[in-house]
């Protein structure tokens, strides 16, 4: 059966890998839509090879310069167009899609996940915010449409491939592969410990853009690649993995892997330990989410243990590494300290792109404006806003008054 996809994000890195495995794949997938918020040679060529039926870009203008770049190509094809957030909630009920990427950053992917969850559908979630924000009320959105997420994160795809077959399947039928298995002792996240695992806290000072966005292993967007350097990324998972397997944090660990070989873990209560291997690759991630429960073929390239000589293991330095702490500590406070944490990150790094900020400014920043929070426990869709809102003002705030480098 070929899986109808709705690709929201078409245009970021897992946008763009996403419909690399649907051609790889031509006849398991099939593109019903695609949504992006910038980019538009891109996406119009995108438009032009998938040929959805639905087309969602973020504003008015990007819609005109694709209708005009689709008049000059002259095909014989005729989407249905649609604007900004109420049309990315549009793709993702649309009855003619099967399985909902969400690939969109930030705020975003809120609504469309919820109402792709709400109309049954399959989510493959590519966007970190909305477990890291929204994580209640996702998971209980899912729960209740006796639908799943499927991470493709590529920590919590091994997570998740790892407990197949160790789920519990109710009187329903339906699997649960992650809240509250009570065969789980702990889930073991890696990380790869990014450009600067072995520098000195003195070596970080002085770190520059450029060389923080030199990722050993893995080639991503630009803010998940220093999300990657300061560990904010694996602090954002480890949220990410609380919710998508419903296990408290004190069940949750990073250690730190620098070859990326071993994607993460899951240790069972008879101690035995299952993990995912393979070499980094998103593609392989973003194909298990979609094609679930298939394992497709491709011929992206395999481990060879021939080379492959040792692989290596350390814990996380909390002290060098804040950010992770400071991610463990929001979400066990819980409420809408996460969504600080998230909002306050996402400003950081690109205050530290535009030079605003140092390396070390993020972390500081980060904790600055978490400090300044008044939570609140269980928050709507509108207190997450708010409190996004507010977080990066206090973000740009404390940027230009504390933290500004001259
Ligand atoms: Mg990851």
């Not at 709705?6 to 495995?21: F, P, R, Y």
Request: glycine share 6%; aromatic share 6%; with cysteine.
């Amino acid at each position: 059966m070929t899986k109808r996809i709705a690709l929201l994000g078409s245009t970021g890195s897992i946008g763009q890998q996403t419909l690399d495995v649907v051609a790889d794949h031509p006849s398991d997938f099939e593109i019903v839509s695609l949504a992006a918020g910038g980019r538009g040679a891109l996406m119009a060529e995108q438009v032009v090879r998938f040929k959805p039926r639905h087309i969602c870009l973020s504003q008015e203008s990007s819609l005109k310069e694709l209708q005009d770049r689709l008049e000059a190509a002259q095909l014989d094809y005729k989407p249905t167009f649609h604007i900004g957030a109420s049309g990315l909630v549009e793709l993702a009920s649309d009855p003619e899609a099967d399985v909902v990427v969400v690939a969109t950053s930030g705020q975003h992917g809120f609504a469309p996940t919820l109402a792709a969850l709400k109309t049954g559908k399959e989510v493959a979630l590519a966007n970190k915010e909305v477990l890291v924000m929204a994580g209640e009320m996702v998971t209980e959105a899912a729960r209740q449409a006796h639908t799943q997420l499927r991470p493709i994160d590529s920590e919590h795809s091994a997570i998740w491939q790892s407990l197949w077959g160790e789920s519990r399947v109710s009187s329903e039928g339906e699997e649960n592969w992650g809240v509250e298995n009570p065969k789980v002792r702990r889930l073991i996240l890696t990380a790869s410990g990014g450009p600067f695992r072995s520098f000195t806290k003195e070596q970080m000072r002085d770190v520059t853009v450029e060389q923080a966005m030199k990722h050993p292993n893995w080639d991503m967007g630009p803010k998940i690649t220093i999300d990657s350097a300061t560990l904010f990324n694996k602090g954002l998972e480890v949220i990410e993995a609380h919710w998508l397997f419903g296990l408290p944090y004190d069940k949750v660990d990073v250690v730190v892997h620098r070859e990326s070989i071993i994607h993460s873990m899951v240790e069972f209560v008879d101690g035995s330990i299952k993990a995912q291997l393979g070499t980094p690759n998103m593609r392989v991630p973003i194909q298990c989410a979609i094609g679930y429960p298939e394992r497709l073929e491709n011929n992206y390239p395999r481990l060879d243990f021939t080379t492959l000589r040792e692989l290596h293991f350390e814990m996380p330095d909390l002290e060098r590494f804040p950010a992770l702490r400071l991610a463990y500590e929001a979400g066990r406070k819980g409420g809408t300290y996460p969504t600080v944490l998230a909002a306050a990150d996402e400003e950081a790094v690109s205050f530290f792109h535009q030079r605003r900020i140092s390396y070390l400014g993020i972390s500081e920043l980060v904790e600055r404006v978490l400090n300044r929070h008044d939570v609140i426990a269980h928050p709507s869709l509108e207190d997450i806003a708010a409190t996004d809102a507010w977080a990066r003002q206090t973000a740009e705030e404390i940027a230009s008054h504390e933290l500004a480098l001259r």
